[in-house]
């Protein structure tokens, strides 16, 4: 069963930046297509970016597109995603999963809160 840690979520200024970084364990990893979610209380989760296993190709929502990056080291088992100019509204808690179909368990997530 695939084990999803999420981290390096804290508390920053508009404008600011955070690196998440999810690690995975449990599975080979390096096959998977692997995605960032992000939920606020009352709200579904919703998609962030992904990053294809096999060529690295990556999507993006269009909330973030030109301020996130998604990338990957599969020789740590590890999915990264770099947050620039960062809005309160990307505060939320952050997850990271198996994309497009993930993995019955999530992660506990990292709490992402930016203020203005």
């Known amino acids: 069963q695939v084990q999803l840690v999420e981290s390096g979520g804290g508390a920053v200024q508009a404008g600011g930046s955070l690196r998440l970084s999810c690690a995975a364990s449990g599975g080979t990893f390096k096959i998977f297509s692997m995605g960032w979610f992000r939920q606020t209380p009352g709200k579904e989760r919703e998609f962030v970016a992904s990053?294809?296993?096999?060529?690295?190709?990556?999507y993006y929502a269009g909330s973030v597109k030109g301020r996130f990056t998604i990338s990957r080291d599969n020789d740590k088992n590890t999915v990264y995603l770099q947050m620039n100019s960062l809005k309160p509204e990307d505060t939320a808690t952050y997850y990271c999963?198996?994309?497009?179909?993930?993995?019955?368990?999530w992660g506990q997530g990292t709490q992402v809160t930016v203020s203005s």
């Open positions: 990053i294809r296993s096999s060529s690295g190709t990556t």
């Open positions: 999963n198996r994309h497009p179909t993930p993995f019955p368990s």
